[in-house]
């Protein structure tokens, strides 16, 4: 894979109808600058607003993945975003006058064309890359739908469909980046089954349907006032089924279908926003599922990118030890749960824990496998809070703590024996009124395991 970032040679333009609205449509897509991603702006709107096409912005994928951020929504991106982003372009602006992409011909055969005649451009900034370290998994047992990503030094993936469907049966297909995508992936059209058609046509969608740019699979014989339903549908009088398909007498391949559900996968993963190296494998994977996936996948990157702000140095004596803690605390056996504070500034504080098998509460969580409950690690980071601010007053053994809320609790992973638990809270907003606001993490060897917002008061003893 190229280290370097890509964009368009030129701006290109397109113009169709939107597959459910059925509106004209007309989408220039154009170069963009280093680090800019790809952004779909809706020119049609006043102020032009704009959505990056990124996972975060998926707000529905019930008939193909949309994407919105405040007025701009822009629907049906995957096919662009499957040509671009797999034929190396990282960077680009979208101008489009309508709320959805034009369908073409239901697959991105054009789209490629158009992006090889102006070619691609190497631009100066370095591409960002996920590379996969362990696998991952999203599935959807009742459907079927299972999606699955293991490490490997390029990207390539692999689609698995069984309908049910004696039309279909089973089909499978493959990516690797040796593949010429313009031949093999880019010209094969999107599907649906004849019921679902109906359906969709009764809810008011498919309004840019046509037997021409969707291969339209009909399992069950079709009567004659059927024919005559869809031949008004559509709009045409030459309305029949050959071969268990709708007036499509030649597939373009034979797993045509798999080989679409495979171009939206690389159109939906485009949606994380770098590049990936990592091997993909799906069964009955569908735009939800792809976007879920990626989603989750992003959230991992989050969490990984969180670090300690503070650097715990063994050598280096404690500014609290345990003796200090036990002045400041009331806590006692069993419930103290901070043995040194080694960082303290003007906003936050950072302390120790240690997890040995001793602690008392293992004997029952769990016998068999032993797990530090989640809410003592919520109180592990509300003690070291507290020696934040009992350390504000004079006599802190006068005062105690009390919880006031929390908030935005998430644990990332156990925390079992042997582990060393770093705790960091900072504080969110000024410490006044003896309430502190604090931003809590723990975290297990450089690994986030649980964060909190904490929020605390501290009150005189009677």
């Known amino acids: 894979m190229s280290a370097k970032q890509k964009t368009l040679g030129a701006p290109i333009t397109f113009s169709g109808k939107g597959l459910h609205t059925g509106r004209q449509v007309t989408m220039t897509v154009s170069p963009a600058p280093d680090n800019y991603g790809i952004v779909f702006r809706r020119i049609d709107i006043e102020g032009a607003p704009s959505v990056p096409a990124l996972c975060e912005y998926v707000v529905d994928t019930s008939r193909g993945t949309t994407i919105a951020d405040g007025e701009a929504r822009v629907s049906t991106i995957e096919h662009i975003m499957s040509a671009l982003w797999t034929l190396g372009v990282d960077n680009a602006l979208i101008d489009i006058n309508a709320p959805e992409t034009p369908i073409m011909d239901g697959s991105a055969r054009e789209y490629a064309a158009e992006i090889l005649r102006v070619g691609v451009v190497e631009q100066s900034a370095n591409r960002k890359y996920y590379e996969v370290t362990e696998k991952q998994v999203y599935a959807i047992p009742e459907k079927g739908v299972m999606l699955a990503i293991y490490p490997s030094e390029e990207y390539s993936a692999a689609v698995h469909i069984d309908f049910n469907s004696k039309i279909i049966g089973n089909q499978y297909a493959t990516y690797s980046p040796e593949d010429n995508y313009q031949e093999k992936i880019a010209p094969c059209r999107t599907f649906v089954f004849l019921h679902e058609l109906e359906m969709l046509a009764a809810a008011g969608l498919v309004k840019g349907g046509d037997v021409d740019n969707a291969i339209v699979i009909v399992e069950n014989p079709v009567s004659d006032e059927q024919l005559q339903r869809l031949s008004t549908l559509f709009d045409k009088k030459d309305i029949r089924v050959t071969g268990g398909y709708l007036n499509n007498l030649e597939l373009r391949a034979s797993n045509e279908m798999a080989r679409h559900k495979l171009l939206d996968l690389l159109g939906d993963f485009a949606l994380l926003g770098m590049r990936i190296k990592g091997s993909v494998m799906a069964t009955r994977p569908g735009h939800y ?31 609290f030890d345990i003796v200090e803690i036990q002045r400041m605390l009331p806590h006692r056996f069993p419930f103290l749960l901070v043995d040194k504070i080694y960082h303290m500034d003007e906003n936050s504080i950072a302390g120790i824990k240690q997890v040995t098998i001793n602690e008392p509460f293992f004997q029952g969580h769990f016998p068999t496998e032993p797990i530090m409950p989640g809410v003592l690690i919520v109180e592990a980071m509300a003690q070291c809070g507290a020696l934040y601010v009992l350390s504000k007053v004079e006599n802190p053994k006068d005062y105690s703590t ?7 609790v998430r644990f990332r992973q156990k925390v079992v024996p042997g582990d060393t638990l770093q705790i960091e809270c900072v504080l969110a907003e000024p410490f006044r009124r003896n309430i502190a606001n604090m931003e809590c993490k723990v975290f297990v060897d450089d690994t986030l395991a649980c964060e909190a917002t904490i929020v605390a008061q501290i009150i005189k003893n009677k």
Do not use: C, M
Not at 294 to 306: A, D
Not at 308 to 315: A, E, G, N, T
Not at 402 to 408: A, Q, T, V
């Open 289 to 319: 599922a792809n976007t879920e996936f990626i989603k989750q996948i992003h959230n991992s990157i989050r969490r990984e990118g969180v670090k300690p702000l503070y650097k715990y140095d063994r050598k280096k004596a404690p500014l």
């Open 402 to 408: 009390y919880f006031l809320r929390i908030d935005n």
